[in-house]
């Protein structure tokens, strides 16, 4: 009977047990956090009784017909869109920029046609091919509104100038010229009903399932015994850091409580420079289906991921490619095992991007459950 030995305990790691314990196989899924789910894990919050996700909002979002049904056999998935706020000099947008927006923010009446035309304007036609963060946003929406709703809070969230991130990053916030006001343009969209800790729950409750946790993985653990290891801690962790750390981006919260309904809606940004924190979210309206006469909200900062932080965005500086790309050498001698998701790839990745890897992977070894 094969042996498998999977490391962490998120989407990538219980998909992957999941998905094996159809075999004949033992499984041990370990994780140096003392509960699981990664940053995905969500709990009561002892005062309030609101499902909060600890680790930030997650709103399941993907066009991928695959992923959301296999996500559901875990849960039942509510119906949620995301209607993300933002606060500029005094005033609160609509997110992402919409024709509201554009309107609100220039005083305009315009029709889509009429917005697609003025916002032509304002763009600096002198940027042929954007190089940066801000060149991309400044080609296609001009200062102002570069200013008022990307500047500071990409400063504030990267912890560096805007002209020194890829301009990819803009790409995951599209402008629209209508009035739709749903953060995600995805085909299924939804929050499951009893929060996600209940479906890593489900997931890897299998009898040939083991799940050890407060467990570190490290170069004295022992591997002989396992057929394969699926590892999806940081990529630069496993190597013991011998070609330096890769930066990421952590985010840490600040508690508050109130009464009913602190700010009426789930996430509002903060684009002011000056305002410390990136945005502030209030978890009871991530559950609509509920009814609570207290409220919980967390403001949200931003800061550089130290030694004892929990890593969350990967920067992807010129820097950190080059030392990823001797990680990923190192990666391709060894042998039984996968390294996949966010950290053990160093990439960005969203859950249903995640779920959809680890279905992949295993797939790619040999295993093809429905």
């Known amino acids: 009977m094969k042996k498998f030995l999977i490391i962490g305990a998120g989407f990538s790691g219980a998909v992957v047990a999941e998905q094996l314990s159809k ?20 709990e009561r919050d002892g005062n309030t009784g609101v499902m909060v996700h ?24 509510m119906p949620y869109v995301n209607r993300v706020k933002a606060e500029y000099n005094g005033n609160i947008y609509s997110l992402p920029i919409n024709l509201h927006t554009i309107n609100q923010f220039f005083g305009k009446t315009l029709n889509p046609n009429e917005a697609k035309e003025f916002i032509g304007t304002l763009g600096d036609k002198s940027i042929a091919e954007p190089k940066n963060f801000e060149e ?40 629209r010229f209508n009035y739709s006001d749903n953060y995600y343009a995805s085909t299924y969209q939804g929050i499951p009903r009893d929060g996600y800790t209940a479906i890593f729950e489900r997931m890897m409750d299998r009898p040939n399932i083991e799940i050890q946790l407060n467990k570190k993985f490290d170069q004295d653990f022992e591997t002989s015994i ?35 309904d602190y700010q009426g809606n ?6 002011d420079p000056q305002v410390p924190f990136t945005r502030v979210h209030e978890h009871k309206h991530f559950t609509p289906w509920e009814q609570h006469e207290k409220t919980v909200f967390f403001k949200e900062y931003s800061k550089e991921t130290g030694e004892e932080d929990v890593p969350y965005y990967p920067k992807r500086l010129t820097e950190d ?7 990923e050498e190192d990666v391709k001698k060894l ?6 998701g966010r950290l053990a790839t160093y990439r960005y990745m969203d859950m249903h991007h995640v779920i959809g890897e680890a279905l992949t992977q295993v797939k790619n070894y040999g295993v093809n459950n429905k």
């Open 23 to 42: 075999t004949p196989c033992e499984i041990l899924v370990i994780d140096e956090r003392s509960h699981i789910g990664g940053n995905c894990y969500t």
């Open 321 to 327: 490619m080059q030392k990823l790309a001797l990680y």
């Open 335 to 340: 042998t039984n095992y996968t390294f996949l």
């Open 136 to 175: 991309q946003a400044l080609k296609f929406l001009g200062d102002d509104l570069y200013r008022a709703f990307f500047y500071g809070y990409t400063k504030k969230q990267w912890g560096c100038e805007p002209s020194e991130l890829p301009a990819s990053i803009l790409k995951r916030l599209p402008v």
């Open 226 to 260: 396992y057929d394969h290891i699926f590892y999806t801690g940081p990529i630069d962790a496993f190597f013991d850091y011998k070609y330096g750390r890769l930066s990421y981006r952590t985010v840490y919260f600040e508690r508050g409580e109130a009464d009913g």
């Open 266 to 271: 789930a996430v509002i940004n903060y684009s």
């Open 54 to 77: 600890k680790y930030g909002p997650h709103i399941f979002n993907t066009d991928n017909k695959e992923v959301w049904d296999y996500i559901q056999q875990f849960c039942e998935m």
